[in-house]
């Protein structure tokens, strides 16, 4: 049994949890026997055996499903169904049908995707030969060769490359959405084995390390080779889904394979999301439930006593069966009822749902204000079941890099000598906003100038060009002062590789500007200077740090001069500046105030001249503190400073980190309504802040900025405490707490707590990590929710989905978290709503969302148009459902007291069958398709309109309450109006029309034309749609009683249609139609009558909205382009070229540059690298290198 189990896919015992991985290079026998996965993915949920039986169970589980399998089985007996089987199979079967077909594509989907990927070729080496074969083949222990621009097959342990150092260069946009390339190393011993098939082939290493983990910043294990043991870390191992670049070939040993691998770990299972309707629907239909065994109940015990009292004397005309007495036809009775007032909870409700949700999901899809032209990516809804929860969303947690901003440098302003650039005014002096149509400063006269930069203020360039020698000097320092690595694949076709994006933006503009960066050597750097080739030596690099905060070169030009260029944060320049420049300081100040103000990143610049002499004393103390055996480090730091003092100032550069388009005014509109925006990054905190500020999230208006950044879990503690106080002087230790339990499950929500003015809040990984512990975990969530703004920096993976669980356990709100990289996977599968973006940054987070789209700024249509909407319309389906179905069950409910509580329906069977599958449906599926209470444009004009999704306001418990009287009301006076007008009633021709068949017709039809003209008063917006199906279902209503009612159909299936001349013996009749008209009124009345009065005296936030469109004689204009105002700032953004020391060692190394067949592409930054820690010497001479062995 269970083999034929695993052979439909269906695992029938638990996996032994692994602890320890240990394979052998090379050796498929012993790998094999341990059992781990083959690179095979699997992602999706069935097969052909198991699709039928699997689904089946899934929707079975759906309470309502098997409510309704229940009731068919009691239809099917005859002593208690007063109904034919028909009026619950047919919707069952279309419902089961719907949901089994679009199962059955999306796994379709996932199986065409799962086949592409596992197809894909990769050489691997097997039995001494490289062959080639599918990833799905690749197994754990298997080394795999790699080439440029291919993608990562498995997880792998880095053997060589052919790069020098075994360096290699990737890209990983899939994991962490960062386009700039990260540096991985191998091993030396590793590193030797080259391309030699032969020795890769004998290479069997055997590697102990980690089991699977979804870590995608941690590595742990080691390497033994011949009784060797080496430590192995992050930096030696690449993660599938990366991509390699700018490296021809590497080698690699499969470590993970498949659904092991740190990418398959971090996609994990979907979770399964609800909304909170569904949350909602799932208690009332449970209350429902008992109100339904309640009424049932009432109509037996009614049935008892009238069969005690009265059904003797109609033994004549009703025979018992043998045994048969009081209580057991009111046994019977009781369950005839629950079939009978099934329709309280119909299985059309569902079916209508689902088509709901789906056509507002391709609404999403076809909007064609949230598709991206330049990278052709639509938006897209992934889920079909989370459109309303758009419409109630309270907390947004967003990823910085390539979902705020592009990961775009752009060289945007510079101070030289006094002088700022790059504002563009106009003729007046007046600043001019920069967009598409601005002029821009043209650069023809530069041939290597690159072609994508763009300045717009024509005077740098007059500066540059009548030789103004401060300007060229500001450049000739941008030029020389970098570790960037130029490439240069065909002639005069420059490609700049910088270990961050700043220095490729500073390198650049010195390139465009005329101070162009041609190629390096270790002891050289080649420029041309205003179209002339000038090579300056290269004598030092004193390389950046976090303490530094600076870098500087020494160089000595053609003349022979010596010169050191420095550039660092202005803080640090400023402390090391001669006191001449202190009047060129203040100004440089006043213009970096402004740069930061416009949340620029910016950086001062200096220079000294230095003479032969001192150099040479200072190059000989540097090799000293460079061969000490103790402090070494500070006594490095303080031969810097002795050289790196009484510096000259020349200016000030300001680079923008470029946002996506239209997100700080994204960020505004979301904020208007009252929705919270936390920013988790594993960014440094500097940069985090600074994008804080560009956004407008972040401004020097708010009352204080608190940063948490302490080392121990008190320190946390106690700042996060005095956070609060002072937001809240009056905030106790106790946190708020609201506890309730809900259908078995305990909650605590923490209440918001009052607070005056704006906060922010700015928290690293570091603290967060104590902070979200179990004990201090509530104490974070009062003090960030206190916030306006909160960013989280330096934060993992794991810290995401933590802080979006903690909010979402103990706030009573929606949660939607957006980001575009691997690392935003778990925190996008937390929240109640994931978002992806999508485009060049990779799609493992759009993968695992519900809705993606290619820009931030679609997230306030999403939200504030089609969320709002889709909630607007779930809500007054839901409430116009309950309503026409309560009233039509109620109906039933009256008639029993009448009918000696028989269970004999008040309706005609075909009318019970056809009322909510073709009389009621689609009108009200035009109504939750079609109506809005005010277009887009209004929608954003007024984002306050958000609010009452967020309180829960259109549906909800009390909501239901009003629901349940108002159809009450409606049932008792379909009921009794009809009723007591046809009691006595004959027809023009004498005869009497009160029998039961006619009382049916008119109940049913009363009824129908009531809900119709209800539907009519809670449609705002009429389309040709609406208005067809609503005529149209009434007028196939009447058609089909006609056809039903006519002498044809009762000769033909003379059982099934009784009601022989029924409708053209009663439509006729003035009275019934008064009758008719009197009943509608009566029940439209009190709405009217409610609605008049609360507009009057307490209009909502619609009402008024809707009030000031009417007024209005035109649509609102589209919001303007907001200039952003000048703001002068005192703070800074950090010296943001990179996490970790730079790579100015190995930039002068010449076994880095040993091939001079092409350039090498620089190193880039990355976290605790062994490659910028193999050395604490940041200074080297060529002479040094010489000597080296």
Not at 51 to 60: A, I, M, S
Not at 648 to 659: F, I, R, T
Not at 878 to 889: E, P
Request: hydrophobic letters at 40%.
């Amino acid at each position: 049994m269970g083999s034929l189990l695993s052979a439909c896919g269906i695992n029938v015992k638990k996996k032994k949890v692994e602890e320890e991985r240990h394979l052998r290079a090379n050796d498929r026998e012993f790998n094999l026997a341990c059992n781990y996965a083959n690179n095979s993915i699997k992602t999706s949920k069935y097969n052909v055996f198991t699709f039928l039986p699997l689904n089946l169970f899934e929707q079975f589980q759906r309470l309502a499903n098997a409510y309704f399998v229940f009731l068919l089985i009691l239809q099917l007996i005859p002593q208690i169904s007063s109904l034919s089987w028909f009026t619950t199979v047919v919707p069952l079967l279309l419902v089961l049908s719907i949901t089994l077909a679009k199962d059955l594509s999306d796994d379709i989907t996932r199986h065409k995707n799962d086949k592409h990927v596992n197809n894909r070729k990769v050489e691997v080496l097997i039995n001494g030969e490289l062959k080639s074969e599918k990833w799905m083949n690749v197994q754990v222990g298997d080394i795999v060769k790699l080439e440029n621009n291919e993608f990562v097959t498995a997880d792998l342990l880095l053997l060589s490359s052919s790069e020098p150092l075994n360096l290699i260069y990737i890209e990983t946009a899939e994991l962490d959405g960062e386009t700039n390339l990260k540096v991985k190393q191998a091993l030396t011993i590793t590193g030797d084995l080259g391309n030699d098939i032969q020795k890769l082939a004998a290479f069997n290493g055997e590697v102990r390390c980690e089991p699977p983990n979804n870590r995608l910043d941690k590595f742990t294990g080691t390497l033994t080779v011949r009784g060797e043991t080496f430590a192995l870390d992050n930096e030696r191992i690449l993660l599938r889904g990366c991509t390699l670049r700018n490296t021809e070939w590497c080698f690699g040993l499969v470590v993970f394979g498949g659904p092991d691998t740190k990418l398959m770990q971090n996609s994990g299972k979907s979770i399964f999301k609800r909304t909170s309707i569904d949350r909602l629907m799932n208690v009332l239909v449970l209350f429902i439930f008992g109100f339904l065994a309640f009424m049932c109940t009432i109509l037996s015990i009614g049935n008892a006593i009238w069969e005690y009292q009265e059904g003797n004397s109609f033994i004549a005309f009703l025979p018992r069966a043998d045994g048969a007495n009081a209580s057991l036809t009111a046994f019977l009775t009781f369950w005839s009822y629950v079939i009978i007032l099934n329709t309280v909870v119909p299985i059309s409700l569902y079916v209508s749902v689902e088509i709901l949700r789906l056509g507002n999901s391709y609404f999403i899809d076809w909007d064609r204000k949230m598709y991206h032209v330049k990278s052709n990516t639509p938006a897209q809804a992934r889920t079909t079941t989370l459109n309303e929860e758009l419409g109630q969303i309270k907390y947004i947690f967003s990823d910085k890099t390539g979902t705020l901003t592009q990961n775009i440098m752009t060289f945007n302003r510079c101070s030289i000598n006094a002088k700022s650039y790059g504002e563009v005014v106009d003729f007046a002096g007046q600043r001019v906003e920069v967009t598409e149509k601005t002029e821009k400063v043209d650069f023809s006269w530069n041939s290597l100038a690159d072609p994508k930069f763009c300045f717009y203020d024509p005077k740098l360039v007059e500066a540059v060009k009548s030789g103004s020698p401060e300007v060229q000097e500001f450049f000739r320092l941008l030029a020389l002062c970098h570790t960037v690595m130029p490439e240069e694949k065909t002639e005069g076709q420059l490609f700049y590789q910088a270990q961050s994006p700043d220095e490729g933006a500073l390198v650049t503009a010195a390139r465009n500007f005329g101070f162009v960066f041609r190629a390096r050597t270790p002891e050289t750097i080649s420029l041309v200077e205003m179209g002339v080739p000038t090579t300056y030596e290269l004598l030092a690099v004193l390389d950046f740090n976090n303490v530094r905060k600076r870098m500087s070169v020494i160089v000595r030009n053609p003349k022979g001069n010596l010169t050191l260029y420095c550039k660092g944060a202005d803080t640090i320049i400023y402390e090391r500046l001669h006191p001449s420049t202190s009047k060129l300081m203040e100004v440089t100040t006043e213009h970096l105030n402004e740069y930061a103000g416009e949340g620029l990143r910016t950086l001062a610049l200096a220079y000294k001249d230095l003479d032969e002499d001192e150099f040479e004393e200072w190059k000989e103390r540097h090799h000293e503190a460079s061969t000490a055996l103790e402090d070494r480090e500070a006594k490095l730091d303080a031969i810097y400073e002795e050289i790196e003092k009484d510096l000259m100032l020349l200016g000030a550069s300001a680079v923008e980190d470029k946002l996506q388009d239209g997100v700080p005014q994204t960020i505004e509109q979301l904020a208007k309504a009252d929705i919270k925006i936390w920013v988790l990054t594993g960014d440094k905190q500097e940069t985090a802040e600074n994008i804080g500020y560009s956004c407008n999230m972040l401004r020097e208006e708010m009352k204080e900025i608190f940063i948490v950044a302490a080392n121990t879990a008190e320190e946390v503690r106690e700042e996060l405490v005095n956070a609060r106080k002072k937001m809240s002087p009056q905030s106790g230790d106790e946190p708020p707490i609201v506890k309730s339990r809900l259908m078995g499950k305990k909650s605590q929500v923490v209440e918001d707590e009052k607070v005056d003015g704006e906060y922010g809040l700015v928290i690293n990984g570091h603290s967060l990590a104590f902070a979200l512990q179990k004990d201090m975990q509530l104490e974070l969530l009062r003090t960030a929710c206190m916030c306006q703004t909160v960013i989280c920096c330096r934060v993992t993976p794991l810290q995401k989905a933590q802080v979006v669980e903690l909010v979402k356990k103990h706030k009573k709100a929606v949660t939607l978290a957006i980001g575009d990289g691997a690392n935003d996977v778990s925190m996008i599968k937390t929240a109640h709503i994931g978002v992806g973006i999508s485009g060049q940054e990779g799609m493992q987070a759009v993968l695992s969302s519900d809705f993606s789209f290619a820009q931030f700024r679609y997230l306030q249509r999403l939200l504030l148009v089609h969320g709002r909407w889709s909630y607007l319309r779930m809500c007054k389906f839901l409430r116009y459902f309950f309503y026409k179905n309560f009233t039509f069950t109620f109906v039933h409910f009256w008639y029993g007291f009448f009918c000696g509580f028989s269970a004999q329906t008040v309706y005609d069977e075909w009318f019970i069958t056809l009322y909510n599958l073709m009389y009621t449906a689609l009108p009200v599926l035009a109504l939750s398709l079609f109506d809005q209470d005010v277009n887009d444009r209004w929608s954003f004009q007024y984002p306050q309109l958000y609010a009452p999704g967020q309180l829960n306001q259109y549906f909800s418990k009390m909501a239901f309450a009003r629901i349940l009287l108002h159809s009450c009301y409606s049932s008792l006076v379909l009921f009794f109006v009809p009723w007591a007008a046809m009691c006595d009633t004959v027809r023009d021709d004498g005869k009497t029309i009160a029998d039961y068949q006619s009382f049916a017709l008119i109940a049913q039809t009363c009824l129908l034309i009531a809900v119709s003209v209800q539907l009519g008063l809670e449609t705002y917006y009429w389309t040709a749609v609406n208005q067809f199906f609503l005529w149209g279902s009434l007028s196939v209503y009447f058609a089909v009683t006609f056809t039903m009612y006519s002498n044809g159909m009762y000769l033909i299936f003379t059982s099934s249609f009784p009601f022989i001349g029924t409708a053209r013996n009663s439509l006729n009749q003035p009275n019934v139609w008064l009758t008719i008209f009197l009943t509608t009124i009566l029940c439209i009345l009190p709405v009217v009558a409610k609605r008049f009065l609360f507009i009057q005296l307490k209009p909502t936030i619609n009402d008024k909205v809707r009030h000031k469109v009417r007024e209005a004689k035109a649509m609102p204009p589209p919001p303007p382009r907001k200039f952003p105002r000048r703001r002068i700032s005192t703070r800074r953004s950090g010296y943001a070229f990179s996490h970790a020391r730079g790579y100015g060692d190995l930039v002068t190394s010449g076994r880095f540059l040993r091939i001079p067949v092409k350039t090498r592409p620089t190193i880039f930054p990355h976290t605790d690298s062994p490659v910028a820690d193999s050395t604490p010497q940041t200074y080297r001479t060529i002479y040094e290198e010489i000597q080296s062995p």
